[in-house]
Every structure is written in C-alpha cells, then in structure tokens.
C-alpha cells in the first residue's frame, strides 16, 4: 500500500473535504493555539549540510521561516528555498535536487508513479499545518458571503456546479457603483498546488474561465484584488492583508455561510480547507540522515507549529505530529 493511502487512512476524517483527523474533531479550539503536547525541540551537537526545497509558493514564507530559525540553532547548515509551485516537487525530489517538496496539495497519481519509477518506492507526504482556501474581494466590496456554486460561476467556464454565468456584480446582488461592473478575476497559473485545489473544490474540476488573470504567486493574486475595488480573487489565509476581505463561504445556496477561521477549519465545516505538506525521499525501514531527520523533528516541534501559525496557518496536534514523524522512522 502507498504511503498517501496509508496516510489517508491513518489521519483523514470523513468530514466536508474528507481532510482533518478524528484527533482533532475531538479537540476544538475557540482560537488558535499550540498543543502543548507536542515536543520541545532539543539542539544537538554537530549537525551541518545544506537543505534545499522546491515546491510550493504558498508554502514559501513558512518554509522561510522554518529554515531560517533552523539555521539560527545549527550554524553550519545552509537552506535554499525555492517557490516554483506545487507541480515542481515531485520533480526536484526525483531528480535529487532537493532535501523537501513542499506542496498544498495532495500528490497526484502520475507523481507518485514517477517517483516510485525512480526509486523504487513510494514518497510520503507529511501533513505540516492546516490552511484555507480563501475567496478574496477589496476590503470596501459590500459583499461579505457568496456561495460554491457562485464561485464557480465566476470563475470557470465549464460550471459543474450548476450554475449560470456571472460576469458582473449586480448578478451578486450589489446595487450602486458595482452592479455593471464586471467581475475582475485573479488567480494562480497552472504550476500552483492552489490552482489545483481550487480547481477541483471550487470548479468541480472544470475549466477556469479564458478571463481568469494568472498571477506567479499568491502575494500577487491579494495586490491584485487590493488594488481594485471589482476584483475578486482566490489565495491561501495565510496572505490575507488588510487591503482585502476574505468572503465567508457557503457550500450551496440556503445554507449557511462559513467564516474562514480556525475553529471551522478544525471542524471540516469550512468547504475549502487544506493540509500544507513537505514531501519526503524516504525509504521504506531505513533511517533518515540526521539532517533531514533534525529539520522535520524542528517542523513538528512546539517552536516550529508556531512558526506556521505566525505565518497565518493552523498548527497540527501532537498525535497528528507524532504520527506524521513515524511514517519517516522517526520515533518521539
């Protein structure tokens, strides 16, 4: 069996997105915290080498910050990161030009066939903080909720959800200055591990409408919709600035909408959340190079969750952490 199944098996719930662990449900918190169950992360003596990533823009900052703390407790270890996009992970991993794959989106099959071409095995990928998919207006836009089915609506062409095209905001419902005006369309470009989740939660795997204005990175897709007062945009919440509101969300129409919050994100309630994920060379029963081993031990530590949520993400519990590190041979 797969280390993604074995994944899906140990940790998903069935809940909205079949994407939190029993663990969590059974431990909701009112705002965000650390589980201080999780461990403290103890230095040890000689570690060097380089760690480099490639993979996911969204992830960029936080594995920023992890690498760049990492590097204060270890001076003679050297980081690299790179935010290409989710799709170029998997790649960097196979071709050895990369220590992690960050992705914000689970491995697709032809992924995880390449890789087990390579090598042999399958790679595993560990499940680091949470993060929601946000729908973004500018911060003066009246409109504070919209549906799924709207979204799609807006955004692609194919709409399996059902509905009918909405190109301006009066189809909305917004009177004034707004309803003539056309919906002005932001996103990420087709590399974008948020492209892909987007894609399938929001379109139902359809098509992204030809309007649609590729931005290479998330900061570019929030400037985008800040600096435009009839734009509307996708990102992560992680780069929500004061310059935009995040939409609440509802799955269909008559139901409720659903803030983006951390107490909807742990519940599954929230239809667009997400693992952010590092993905691993690991050889199925051997032992991970100190290195790489010190780094991921650092990631699930009580410092290294709240650095994730510094950089605007949910932290994982320590059973999730626990569980993650072991599927590495990595034993707390």
């Known amino acids: 069996m797969s280390a993604t199944l074995t994944f899906r098996q140990l940790f998903w719930a069935t809940t909205i997105g079949g994407l939190f662990s029993l663990a969590f449900q059974a431990n909701l918190l009112a705002e965000v915290t650390i589980d201080p169950a999780l461990p403290t992360y103890k230095v040890v003596p000689g570690l060097s080498g380089q760690i480099k990533s490639v993979g996911s823009d969204s992830m960029n900052s936080l594995m920023l910050l992890w690498t ?22 998997m790649p960097a991993l196979i ?10 989106r689970d491995a697709k099959p032809n992924e ?10 399958k790679p595993v990928l560990l ?42 905001w009066g189809q909305l419902g917004l009177k004034g200055d707004y309803e003539n005006e056309a919906v002005a369309i932001f996103g990420r470009n087709a590399a974008s591990g948020t492209y892909g989740y987007f ?17 290479p990175g998330s900061t570019a897709v929030i400037q985008s919709v800040g600096e ?11 780069y929500k600035t004061s310059a935009v509101k995040a939409l609440k969300l509802a799955p269909k129409a008559g139901e409720p909408a659903i803030e983006p919050t951390d107490a909807n994100a742990y519940s599954g309630k929230y239809p667009m959340a997400r ?17 790489r081993r010190e780094f991921l031990k650092f990631v699930f530590s009580k410092e290294g969750q709240q650095l994730a949520a510094k950089d605007g993400y949910y932290p994982v519990d320590a059973k999730t952490a626990a569980k993650a590190l072991k599927m590495v041979g990595i034993d707390l």
């Open 68 to 89: 760049e703390k990492f590097k204060e407790k270890y001076k003679g270890v050297r980081t690299e990161v790179e935010g290409q996009g989710s799709s170029k992970a």
């Open 95 to 104: 071709e050895g030009a990369a220590s992690f794959g960050p992705m914000s």
């Open 112 to 121: 995880i066939a390449d890789f087990e071409k390579k090598f042999g095995y």
């Open 127 to 168: 499940p680091t903080s949470i993060d929601l998919l946000a729908v973004y207006v500018h911060r003066d836009n009246p409109l504070e909720s919209i549906t799924m089915p709207e979204v799609d609506s807006i955004f692609s062409s194919t709409r399996k959800l059902g509905g009918e095209p909405i190109e301006r």
């Open 199 to 215: 894609k399938e939660k929001a379109l139902g795997n359809g098509d992204f409408r030809d309007q649609v204005n590729e931005q």
């Open 228 to 238: 435009n007062r009839f734009a509307m945009g996708y990102s992560g919440i992680g």
């Open 275 to 291: 693992y952010l994920y590092l993905v691993v060379n690991y050889k199925p029963t051997s032992k991970l190079e100190p290195l």
